[in-house]
């Protein structure tokens, strides 16, 4: 079965340092593995996505994430928090066509 | 590319009555959409899978005769909260899905519909 684990329902970090908000999965297969960002009340927005292909994998905003398979991890980070990075984050893993979601990461970010 | 759109955004209706959300994926075409619901702080739950031309696919515990998903062409698809409760009140989102049954693989999500039932 597949499930995703946020290990951090919070982080808070100051601007200009670095963000990690981890995530670690199980899957029965070899998984798709995607990022994704909320603002309040607003729909997700895709970070980045891992297929099979690199196993550090860049997004937009300045965000990568590292898909470790022996920790069947894929934590995601950016060397520089900037306010706008201020949302709720979610893990996502993919099985064929279906969506398992992360309970979420919610990224604070001090002046 | 990959722009999913939801009208309306917001919506406030009475209990009893039926409400109509529309999912329309702008760019692309979108074999699969799928509706989820999202509840204050929480994460998302997927209530259904919607495949163009054929009866959606509803997860366990979700009625289907409540929330009533049409997907009639490649483009759009409609969630109907039949005789709303207060209950219903939440954020719902779609989203699209490039590709095609097994490779559907990004879903890229539209901006949400928050309905709150009074």
């Known amino acids: 079965a597949q499930s995703v684990t946020q290990l951090d329902s919070h982080v808070s970090v100051s601007e200009g340092t670095p963000v990690l908000l981890r995530c670690n999965y199980s899957?029965?297969?070899?998984?798709?593995l995607f990022w994704y960002v909320q603002h309040p009340n607003k729909g997700l927005q895709l970070l980045l996505k891992?297929?099979?292909?690199?196993?550090l994998v860049k997004g937009i905003n300045g965000f990568e994430a590292e898909f470790k398979k022996s920790e069947t991890s894929f934590h995601l980070t950016k060397p520089s928090a900037h306010m706008s990075d201020a949302a709720e984050y979610f893990c996502?893993?993919?099985?064929?066509?279906?969506?398992?979601f992360g309970s979420g990461t919610k990224l604070n970010v001090k002046p | 590319g990959a722009v999913v759109s939801q009208h309306p955004s917001r919506v406030i209706c009475k209990s009893g009555t039926s409400v109509k959300i529309e999912c329309r994926s702008l760019?692309?075409?979108?074999?699969?959409m799928f509706w989820y619901r999202q509840f204050p702080k929480q994460s998302l739950m997927l209530m259904a899978t919607?495949?163009?031309?054929?009866?959606?696919?509803?997860e366990q515990g979700v009625e289907k005769d409540k929330f009533l998903i049409n997907h009639a062409s490649l483009t759009l698809s409609t969630l109907t909260v039949t005789s709303a409760h207060p209950e219903d009140s939440s954020f719902y989102i779609c989203?699209?899905?490039?590709?095609?049954?097994?490779?559907?693989?990004?879903?890229?999500f539209g901006p949400g519909t928050r309905l709150t039932v009074l």
């Open positions: 989203s699209a899905g490039l590709g095609a049954g097994a490779l559907t693989d990004t879903q890229y």
């Open positions: 899957s029965s297969y070899s998984p798709s």
């Open positions: 891992y297929t099979s292909a690199a196993t």
């Open positions: 996502v893993v993919s099985d064929l066509n279906k969506f398992y």
């Open positions: 760019d692309f075409q979108a074999t699969t």
């Open positions: 919607s495949n163009e031309g054929s009866k959606a696919t509803y």
